[in-house]
């Protein structure tokens, strides 16, 4: 057989969503035809499908090694370090694939991918809006160009164009997703919702549209929605300026006080202002683990959170209920406030541990477990606290 | 090539009832060939273009019947003719169907599943056309281990109305249809299929994946014509699509018109459109059945949808029992290993039992005594078998919570409830 039939029969299996037998027939002619460009820029398309990075990295290079005049070749090893999460080395082959054939949409608009990764926002929209001009119905750039726009602050063009996309490419998941996210920039909670069930109805499977209709439905509460304003602002910055405007936020309460301390007269002006950057330090702290305990209750939003989050959700119920089921026994007795005064305290200790697992963890292990290990841990000192209250000799 | 003049006869009475059947009438034409009967050949061969005049597997056998009838100079008018029309270097699938040495464009899956029984019935030798057989299956319901649930839906659903043509006449209960099986892999749903056939009594024709894939690289369209008309010719007949998100998958997921062509045939053929489908009853399975296209689950195509669930514990404890037949065992409790095997695929099962069954052998070389295969053995053996199912409900849950429309995947709901997944 030539590495044409190989090739016709690969792409069939792989057009049926067969990407594992596809590269076996891909193999099978790469054992008679080992050198063959085609063959091997298939084999690495099957192994990145199949999320087999290191296979679909050997086959991309030694592609480029066999045609390294082949702009596919370059641009085929792009897409492989893209999936890896290899930036620069992306940005460097798909420049070279660009090099060799300034002609191709799906390049720029790979490389429009690559660059709004590495948080340059105004270069991708340039190369999305170059694939486009090449090919106007290029998928990827449509989207690309409506994420941009979006990161950018440019809401009304950003809406737009994801609009257009949608109305484009009705079966995208992506495009969905990325009105999903445009929409909940610019506040709108309800379409937000409503595109991102859309792409999760093409494809149930898309982590990143779970967690926008996560951020959707959180939204639904107006003060997560200035926290979600907040987070959309500093994403569109580098991860440099973005710690810079973290640790600012955090040092500018200190310097308002500084002040007033000084100048008691500006005292009245400035506290107010400290304690409003205090409170959003401390709502960014526990809000969205908080929000998370009524979306519990909530038809979609119950899928919707990962299982660590539903752990630290059902431990955050359990801490609540808790404290104020023996806060409660310890009032109606009679017993001294001081007792549930410090139940309290260890209750709203626990929520601080509680909130910053949920909002900072990054893994789901650590997630549930910490959260159950730090439950267990303030239930038993609440247990504590309480049955002395009851029944021991504290009180005074 | 001799040809059993019975067979003819009765194809020939099935055109006089339906004189349109062009398929039909050529095969006809065909085996009048092979069995040296040229001038009736050429008969059919022309009654097929008075009806078509440009069908170019009719000009073909017109041709061959002529040269065979001693008459070169209509042979040579017909393939000017064909040759006219860009048709002789085609390389169509009745070609290759009239015992042309080239490969068929698309095999049948070998046999999975070993006939039980006798083989009576093979004597009947059922017809075959480019490869693909219409064979019929000795299996039946009862003995597939467990699914009781699915066995009874089908028997209301399918089976019972089949069996009983009064009841069907008196309820207007149509002979066509179709079912589409889902649900995790390894779990029995091919052997379903064959059972259901041989329930009943019906012949079983199968195409899996490697037959779509040579299909969609062929004559596509023709191809898939051809399988549904031999299914036809073959009723009552089972018409047997494994992964049937490959051959009906979703049209928004492919990139290029001629793959979604195969899809549009697809549904034409399963409508009945050009052809009388009754007696084919269209039996698919898929463990993907999201990227099934959603236009195949319509009234008259696959308007029921069966969950295929994992084994339960009874069906697990059988599953075990008949991979153990034939191998020497030592003491098994089969319950209790069916009890430690919660969420195994009957693949699982299997493949559980071969690796316990390997430890023994292994022991016994060691030794140099023959064992029996123990409980030890499974236990030890167990390390290595994980369930394969999880994965496949994980996905799926995603699919029941958002992409539920129309209850689609309302058994899935259940399930997964009931097993407090969801």
């Known amino acids: ?396 | 090539m001799s040809v059993d003049p019975t067979v003819i006869a009765a194809l020939r009475a099935a055109l006089l009832t339906d004189p349109e059947n062009i398929a039909m009438r050529l095969h006809v034409g065909q085996l009048l060939l092979d069995g040296n009967q040229a001038a009736e050949a050429l008969k059919e061969a022309t009654e097929v273009l008075n009806r078509q005049p440009t069908h170019g597997e009719a000009l073909k056998l017109a041709e061959q019947a002529s040269e065979s009838a001693g008459d070169p100079i209509r042979a040579s008018g017909y393939r000017r003719l064909r040759e006219a029309l860009g048709m002789a270097s085609a390389q169509n699938l009745i070609e290759s169907s009239l015992g042309s040495d080239l490969e068929p464009p698309y095999r049948s899956e070998p046999m999975r599943m070993t006939h039980r029984g006798d083989d009576a019935e093979n004597d009947d030798d059922p017809e075959e056309v480019a490869g693909l057989r219409a064979v019929t299956s000795d299996l039946t319901l009862a003995q597939v281990a467990g699914m009781n649930d699915v066995k009874l839906r089908l028997e209301m659903a399918f089976l019972a109305p089949m069996r009983n043509p009064d009841l069907r006449k008196l309820y207007k209960k149509s002979l066509k249809g179709g079912l589409l099986l889902y649900g995790p892999p390894g779990c029995g749903k091919t052997f379903l299929a064959r059972a259901i056939a041989g329930e009943l009594g019906s012949k079983f024709l199968s195409i899996g994946l490697t037959d779509v894939v040579d299909m969609y690289i062929g004559e596509s369209e023709k191809n898939l014509h051809r399988v549904f008309e031999l299914a036809r010719r073959n009723k009552p007949c089972v018409l047997f699509i494994d992964e049937i998100d490959a051959l009906g998958r979703k049209r928004s997921l492919m990139r290029n018109s001629g793959e979604r062509n195969v899809v549009n045939q697809l549904l034409s053929e399963m409508d009945g459109v050009e052809a009388d489908n009754e007696g084919v009853y269209v039996l698919a399975a898929t463990n993907h059945p999201w990227d099934v296209d959603s236009a195949l689950r319509r009234p008259g195509r696959f308007d029921r949808t069966v969950l295929v669930l994992p084994p339960d514990a009874l069906a697990r404890a059988q599953i075990l029992q008949g991979a153990m037949e034939d191998r020497p065992v030592n003491q098994l409790d089969y319950s209790k290993l069916a009890d430690q095997a919660e969420d195994f695929s009957g693949a699982d099962l299997v493949h559980w039992a071969e690796a316990a069954s390997e430890l023994a052998m292994a022991d016994s070389i060691r030794k140099g005594t023959v064992r029996s295969v123990d409980m030890g053995d499974f236990k030890q053996a167990k390390k290595d078998v994980k369930p394969s199912t999880r994965p496949w409900f994980e996905t799926a849950k995603n699919f029941a919570v958002y992409a539920n429309e129309g209850g689609t995947y309302d058994d899935l709901i259940a399930y997964l409830k009931s097993r407090r997944w969801m």
């Open chain 1, 1 to 396: 057989m030539d590495p044409y039939e190989f090739l016709t029969r690969a792409r069939t299996f792989h057009s049926v969503g067969r990407p594992e037998e596809a590269l076996n027939e891909v193999r099978r002619g790469l054992a008679s035809h080992p050198e063959d460009p085609g063959l091997l820029l298939y084999a690495a398309i099957c192994a990145t499908d199949m999320d087999d990075h290191a296979a679909a990295l050997d086959y991309a290079k030694s592609l480029v090694g066999i045609a390294p005049d082949w702009s596919m070749a370059h641009y085929q090893l792009a897409v492989v370090y893209l999936q890896m999460k290899k930036l620069k080395e992306a940005e460097e082959s798909v420049r070279y694939s660009i090099q060799l054939d300034p002609e191709s949409d799906d390049a720029w608009a790979a490389l429009s991918i690559i660059l709004s990764r590495r948080s340059k926002h105004k270069e991708s929209l340039e190369a999305a809006e170059t694939a486009l001009a090449i090919d106007a119905d290029n998928t990827t750039a449509l989207n690309s160009r409506a994420h941009a726009l979006g990161m950018l602050g440019r809401k009304v063009e950003a809406m737009d164009a994801a609009k257009m996309a949608a109305r484009q490419l009705p079966d995208d998941t992506n495009t969905h997703q990325i009105l999903g996210w445009t929409a909940l920039r610019s506040g709108r909670v309800d379409e937000a919702m409503q595109s991102f069930k859309e792409a999760l109805r093409l494809d149930p499977n898309d982590d990143d549209a779970r967690e926008g209709l996560l951020e959707a439905l959180r939204g639904r509460f107006w003060p997560y929605r200035i926290l979600l304003s907040y987070y959309f602002w500093i994403s569109r910055f580098g991860t440099q300026v973005r710690w810079a405007i973290v640790i600012a936020i955090m040092i500018v309460p200190r310097v308002l006080r500084g002040v007033s301390e000084r100048n008691p007269a500006l005292g009245p002006f400035l506290l107010p202002i400290a304690a409003l950057f205090v409170i959003f330090i401390w709502t960014q702290w526990f809000l969205a683990p908080l929000i998370n305990v009524s979306l519990l209750f909530h038809k979609l939003g119950r899928y919707a959170l990962t299982k660590g989050q539903t752990a630290n959700a059902l431990c955050i119920l359990v801490l609540l209920a808790g404290t104020l089921v023996m806060g409660a026994g310890l009032l109606l007795a009679g017993k001294s406030t001081g007792t549930a005064g410090l139940l309290a305290g260890l209750g709203v200790l626990a929520l601080f541990c509680l909130g910053g697992l949920g909002t900072y963890s990054k893994t789901e292990g650590l997630l549930k477990w910490g959260s159950v290990v730090v439950l267990t841990i303030f239930e038993l000192i609440q247990l504590v606290v309480f049955l002395l209250g009851m029944f021991g000799t504290v009180d005074r």
